[in-house]
Nanobody, 123 residues
Framework: VQLQASGGGSVQTGDSLRLSCAASTRTVSNNGMGWFRQAPGREREFVAA????????IYADSVKDRFTISREYAKTTMYLQMSGLTPEDTAVYYCAATRGAWSSRSRSDYVAWGRGTLVTVSS
C-alpha cells in the first residue's frame, strides 16, 4: 500500500489545520493507521493512531485535547484535525499503516509509511 499525506502548511500560533492521508488500496481499511511527526534534529515521534474501524483512538500527551484523528469506516482516507497549534508542533507529519487491525504507539508496528507533509507554526 502507498500512503500520501497532505494538508500541511504555514500557520500562526493558535490556528488549525487538517491533514489527510490517502491510501492507494482499499486493503488499508483492515489496518490500524497513525500519524507520526519529526521536527528538525529530533527523532520521529508518535502523534496519534486509530484502529481499522475508526475506534481505539490514542494520542501523545503533547497533542491530546488539541488533535483529533479520524477515518471513515471501510474507506481509504485518514485525517488529523489539529487545533491550538504552537511552534512546538512544527514538524514533518507522516501517516502510516500498521500490520494489524489496531492502533499502536510503536513505530515497529507500522509497515507502510507515506511521504510527509510539512507543518510550520510561527509565533
Amino acid at each position: 500500500v502507498q500512503l500520501q499525506a497532505s494538508g500541511g502548511g504555514s500557520v500562526q500560533t493558535g490556528d488549525s489545520l487538517r491533514l489527510s492521508c490517502a491510501a492507494s488500496t482499499r486493503t488499508v481499511s483492515n489496518n490500524g493507521m497513525g500519524w507520526f511527526r519529526q521536527a528538525p534534529g529530533r527523532e520521529r515521534e508518535f502523534v496519534a493512531a486509530i484502529a481499522w474501524n475508526g475506534g481505539g483512538a490514542i494520542y501523545a500527551d503533547s497533542v491530546k485535547d488539541r488533535f483529533t484523528i479520524s477515518r471513515e469506516y471501510a474507506k481509504t482516507t485518514m485525517y488529523l484535525q489539529m487545533s491550538g497549534l504552537t511552534p512546538e508542533d512544527t514538524a514533518v507529519y507522516y501517516c502510516a499503516a500498521t500490520r494489524g487491525a489496531w492502533s499502536s504507539r510503536s513505530r515497529s508496528d507500522y509497515v507502510a509509511w507515506g511521504r510527509g507533509t510539512l507543518v510550520t507554526v510561527s509565533s
